[in-house]
């Protein structure tokens, strides 16, 4: 509910020419580059495997540039809990109204007792679980976005893939589904992924996160 709020004004969105020309160019890049290909496909492997998922949810009728409407949430991925799918993160900060205590820091599932009470690997607070976030949600620019998701990149240890969904209008989702058909293209939400592996790459010779991540979002 509150990420249809934050985004009810981009709403009535329609398949427009502009979006079936983006969609075209996004399938276009993906036939020429095996690495945009390859961020259609779900991560299952590699030298490098993440322990988080930084999601970004986009809303209707996103821009290159913003500002969008955009549901954030972290998962730690299945692979670092045995299988059994992602598990959705909380985050150290009372999320009630006229309430600022907490670290922020990311509190994993495994560490919420069976009775809801919270433990802060960070600042070893113990808390109540029904007061924490599990995400953020608001209108932000491209340039926003980059700089929330390198703050969360470093504060879950610089290990971690980025996820981007879309609309079902959005360009990158019809593109997928021309791709790979509806169905797919519903359960992945036209994923757009920037893996852990990727990261370091592109960061090894000094290269500005928060830049490489704004190309990432705006690609």
């Not at 879309?166 to 058909?181: E, I």
Request: positive net charge; hydrophobic residues 35%; charged residues 25%.
């Amino acid at each position: 509910m509150a990420f249809q709020q934050a985004t009810m004004k981009l709403s009535g969105y329609e398949v427009t020419p502009e979006v079936r020309a983006r969609a075209d160019e996004l399938e276009r890049s993906a036939a020429a580059n095996p690495s945009s290909a390859e961020d259609l496909q779900v991560y299952q492997g590699g030298d490098i495997r993440a322990r988080w998922k930084i999601q970004v949810m986009f809303g209707p009728k996103r821009t290159l540039q913003g500002p969008n409407g955009i549901e954030l949430s972290i998962w730690e991925s299945a692979k670092h809990l045995h299988g059994g799918g992602d598990a959705l993160a909380f985050q150290c900060r009372d999320a009630r109204a006229g309430h600022s205590e907490g670290c922020g820091g990311i509190i994993p599932q495994d560490n919420v007792n069976k009775s809801g009470v919270a433990f802060c690997p960070n600042c070893q607070r113990t808390v109540d679980s029904n007061l924490l976030p599990t995400g953020r949600v608001g209108i932000f620019t491209s340039q926003q976005l980059a700089e929330i998701l390198v703050e969360w990149f470093y504060k879950l240890g610089s290990n971690a893939d980025i996820y981007l969904k879309y609309d079902q209008y959005d360009p990158r989702y019809r593109a997928m589904a021309r791709q790979r058909g509806e169905a797919e293209a519903r359960k992945l939400r036209g994923l757009h992924m920037y893996r852990l592996k990727n990261i370091l790459r592109d960061t090894a010779t000094g290269a500005d996160l928060t830049k490489r991540m704004k190309a990432f979002i705006t690609s």
